[in-house]
């Protein structure tokens, strides 16, 4: 059974920083797809971050570039969502997610796909 687990969310003040983990299981996590997604109250949900997690490429969001940094530790079959200069419009639950398929190169939007795993959610309060 394939299972995602993040922890990390929690309230900061502008300006602050918090860093997210997904650590899965079920799955080996090396050349697969990982990203994190957000949805805020009556937003859609969104991709800010995704990575391949055996080359290492990453593609974020616009409104995300520069502040958020997604990376991952394979041996811990973990990803992280380093993310600064937080900003109250950062406010939302956040949603790992993971492709059960490996990838040799750049990952595609992951929720084009049908082979998509998803976390619980952490939630990330940002008070101005």
């Known amino acids: 059974q394939v299972q995602l687990v993040e922890s990390g969310g929690g309230s900061v003040q502008a300006g602050g920083s918090l860093r997210l983990s997904c650590t899965v299981s079920g799955i080996a996590t090396i050349y697969k797809c990982m990203g994190w997604f957000r949805q805020a109250p009556g937003k859609k949900r969104e991709e800010v971050a995704r990575?391949?997690?055996?080359?290492?490429?990453?593609a974020y969001d616009d409104s995300v570039k520069g502040r958020f940094t997604i990376t991952r530790d394979n041996a811990r079959n973990t990803a992280y969502l380093q993310m600064t200069s937080l900003k109250p419009e950062d406010t939302a639950m956040y949603y790992c997610?993971?492709?059960?398929?490996?990838?040799?190169?750049?990952?595609?939007?992951?929720?084009?796909?049908?082979?998509?795993?998803w976390g619980q959610g952490t939630q990330v309060t940002v008070s101005s």
């Open positions: 997610a993971a492709l059960r398929t490996g990838f040799t190169g750049v990952c595609p939007p992951l929720e084009t796909r049908a082979d998509i795993f």
């Open positions: 990575l391949n997690t055996g080359i290492g490429i990453t």
